[in-house]
């Protein structure tokens, strides 16, 4: 069992920046591809960027603009996402999700952090 808990979400003018955390407990070890994915009011959840084994992979309407990174500290699994130059389109709840390899694979989700552009 994995539980994942996000934080760093707020809002921030057109052009600014915020870092999200997300930390991993539990099963840590056989964690493989943990990411951040956003939905808007009225949309469905989409991904914005995943991380494995040093592999990044963004979506198209981010790239150039937010960063996903991953370390180990503590004892415990953590991924970012620094986004930059926001835009007011980047508005959405972001979930932070976590993949442990199985047969289907088992998906952990956090409860989202809000994220706010103004413009």
């Known amino acids: 069992q994995v539980e994942v808990v996000e934080s760093g979400g707020g809002s921030v003018q057109a052009g600014g920046s915020l870092r999200l955390s997300c930390v991993a407990s539990g099963s840590i070890f056989e964690i493989t591809v943990m990411g951040w994915y956003r939905q808007a009011p009225g949309k469905q959840r989409e991904l914005v960027a995943t991380?494995?084994?040093?592999?990044?992979?963004?979506a198209d309407s981010v790239k150039g603009r937010f960063t996903i990174s991953r370390d180990w500290y503590n004892g415990k699994n953590t991924v970012y996402l620094q986004m930059n130059r926001l835009k007011p389109e980047d508005t959405a709840v972001y979930y932070c999700?976590?993949?442990?390899?199985?047969?289907?694979?088992?998906?952990?989700w956090g409860e989202g952090t809000q994220v706010t552009v103004s413009s």
């Open positions: 999700n976590a993949v442990i390899p199985r047969s289907p694979p088992y998906s952990f």
């Open positions: 991380a494995l084994s040093g592999a990044s992979n963004y």
